[in-house]
């Protein structure tokens, strides 16, 4: 039997609407888990059917860290006006512009990654492959899988979300599209830091920005 709290449980879990998250727990007999894989998964289909939508209104949003050691701006795109005045996309935008003040991404997405960029790093992890001492034949796919988590580390899209590391940057997205009912994207952003390129000793600043989530 489904009950109203474990409705409850999963709308605070996934943030999905109230009968998506009861449609799906019916559909995995009462299964929390399996339940989330669903919603999901139906977040990814209907993002699917909102890519091709413009998203043309949205908004740039500010994050200031650490006293203004390190500031963000990031536009955040949507299909509607009605939409990007609303409170749940402006935390989106909001929490985006954090996860770029913490993780520093170097790129919005893999694709955005330039060519002689790409061809560089992969020659670098050639390089450092064969300096162990690893046989040709495998060195190809060991140049893919290294590759692999450099975008995981540089590509905003791609990055694990700082406030819930279970999902992508792209996954908390696409559960946005579906629950909104819009195309949203990530168009442009900018991150400064003060003394950039300057020698000094290196902090830790996703580590901070999260203890400063915690303390609000």
Not at 19 to 34: F, H, I, P, Q, Y
Not at 42 to 60: F, M, P, Y
Not at 139 to 167: A, H, P, S, W
């Amino acid at each position: 039997m489904i009950t109203a709290q474990m409705v409850k449980e999963l709308r605070e879990r996934t943030s999905a609407g109230m009968m998506d998250c009861k449609r799906a727990l019916e559909a995995t007999n009462g299964d929390m888990e399996k339940a989330i894989d669903e919603l999901r998964t139906k977040g990814l289909a209907k993002a699917a059917k909102r890519a091709g939508k413009v998203a043309s209104e949205g908004t740039v949003i500010s994050y200031i860290h650490g006293a203004g050691r390190i500031g963000v701006l990031v536009e955040v795109n949507c299909e509607t006006d009605f939409v990007a005045k609303t409170e749940e996309f402006k935390q989106l935008a909001y929490d985006i512009a954090m996860q770029i003040a913490a993780a520093n991404p170097q790129y919005i997405s893999r694709e955005a990654v330039p060519v002689e960029t790409l061809e560089r790093e992969k020659e670098v992890l050639k390089a450092q492959a064969l300096e162990e001492g690893k046989p040709e034949k495998v060195i190809e796919k060991m140049v893919e899988g290294r590759l692999e988590k450099y975008y995981k580390e540089n590509c905003l899209l791609e990055q694990q979300f700082i406030k819930d590391t279970d999902i992508s940057v792209q996954e908390l997205i696409h559960e946005k599209i579906a629950k909104m009912g819009e195309n949203i994207s990530i168009r442009r952003f900018a991150r400064y830091e003060v003394g950039e390129g300057i020698e000094k000793e290196q902090v830790d600043f996703a580590t901070e920005v999260m203890s400063q989530i915690k303390s609000e």
